[in-house]
């Protein structure tokens, strides 16, 4: 069982949705499928009714979406960077000849507002920030409602942010804190099999992107958001993935996925409870390393509520990796510059407590043997 910080386990309903046969992309049932997204990603973005923004799903993966997201707006960016991905960002944005500043910090720390309220003030005016708000390399979660704050002086900068192991995992407020276009893949707390991307896109990015020579064809925002409200895609997409992701987000707000005595909620409710639960889950796997004499890598107010980063000590990381693997459970070493100084957890998705339990009462076994 995969308990590493992505892709992560899927439900047997949702794998059987893979197998339906396939239907036209031009034909009404696609057209269908499109709607059918739309009411669960609006509440994954936290979109109220009323609210101007926009969802959209795209054949790509996040890295895609951040190309996407790029795309739409000027030459000058601001990146910060706190870990593997939110680096991949700023690269992409160099590669499409983005005139970039990255605003860095030591892994397992975050940006705070007074560094980004300097930085903008020092270097700017930009055209957009970038910034992931759950480093997965280093379970760690940056301030995004504290930094979108200080962008409330810089109303021409548009605000870039990576969810991918953040939707559906700790709620999103799209419209409240200015995110101008937020992204993700699906195999993290969404727990869908990788294949597909999602975004919530706010009215002022969309109105920018359109005004602007945007040198691509796959990843022009306006046409993938655009094609996404009139229920088309602009090539053939990968259409179970449509299938599977519908079905997963009837069934979170519907309930579903919920612990048995909680199934009753829906809608807001339902998502206010899978991200309770998820936090309930981080605290325990916190409270398991801390017995253990180990500590997470970033402070505890900016631990990620998805993935936890344990800080190894003189525990042998490759050793516990292995003996889980052995009783067919996974968790991951460190990443990058951390491998065997840290190993993660996922602890997203459709994940239960009692899994949870069951997985820290084998690393116990692993460790004691």
């Not at 923004?53 to 739409?72: C, D, P, Q, R």
């Not at 940056?142 to 810089?154: D, Y």
């Not at 398991?288 to 525990?315: K, M, N, R, Y």
């Amino acid at each position: 069982m995969l308990w590493i910080p992505g892709p992560t386990e899927v439900r047997p309903e949702i794998l059987a949705e893979f197998a339906r046969p396939t239907i036209g992309h031009r034909s009404p049932a696609m057209g269908e499928l499109i709607e059918r997204l739309d009411p669960g990603l609006r509440l994954a973005f936290g979109l109220e009714a009323g609210s101007d923004s926009h969802v959209a799903a795209h054949t790509t993966t996040a890295s895609g979406l951040m190309e996407t997201a790029l795309f739409g707006v000027g030459p000058k960016v601001l990146s910060l960077v706190i870990g593997a991905f939110s680096k991949r960002f700023a690269q992409i944005a160099e590669i499409l000849g983005k005139d970039v500043t990255k605003l860095e910090v030591p892994m397992g720390q975050v940006v705070t507002p007074e560094m980004l309220s300097q930085a903008l003030d020092e270097n700017g005016p930009f055209d957009a920030v970038t910034v992931v708000w759950n480093e997965t390399s280093t379970g760690t979660s940056n301030p995004i409602p504290a930094l979108a704050e200080v962008l409330r002086a810089h109303p021409d900068t548009r605000l870039l942010v990576d969810v991918v192991s953040w939707i559906a995992g700790a709620p999103i407020d799209l419209d409240q804190h200015r995110i101008d276009f937020a992204f993700a893949g699906v195999q993290k707390a969404l727990a869908l099999p990788p294949g597909i991307a999602v975004c919530g896109v706010s009215d002022r990015y969309l109105e920018g992107a359109r005004k602007l020579e945007r040198r691509t064809w796959y990843h022009d925002p306006v046409m993938v958001v655009e094609g996404h409200a009139d229920r088309k895609t602009p090539m053939t997409p990968a259409i179970p993935h449509y299938t599977g992701l519908a079905k997963q987000l009837e069934d979170i707000s519907n309930g579903v996925t919920l612990p048995e005595a909680e199934r009753g909620k829906s809608g807001v409710d339902a998502w206010n409870a899978r991200f309770a639960k998820h936090a309930r889950m981080q605290t325990r796997t916190a409270a398991w390393a801390a017995g253990h004499g180990l500590s997470l890598l970033p402070s505890p107010e900016f631990a990620s509520p998805t993935v936890s980063c344990i800080q190894a000590g003189d525990l042998d990381v490759g050793a516990l990796v292995k003996g889980l693997k052995a009783r067919d459970l996974e968790i991951s070493n460190g990443y990058g510059d951390l491998k065997g100084k840290t190993f993660r957890i996922g602890h997203m998705g459709d994940h239960t407590e009692d899994g949870l339990n069951a997985l820290l009462q084998a690393a116990d076994e692993v460790l004691a043997s």
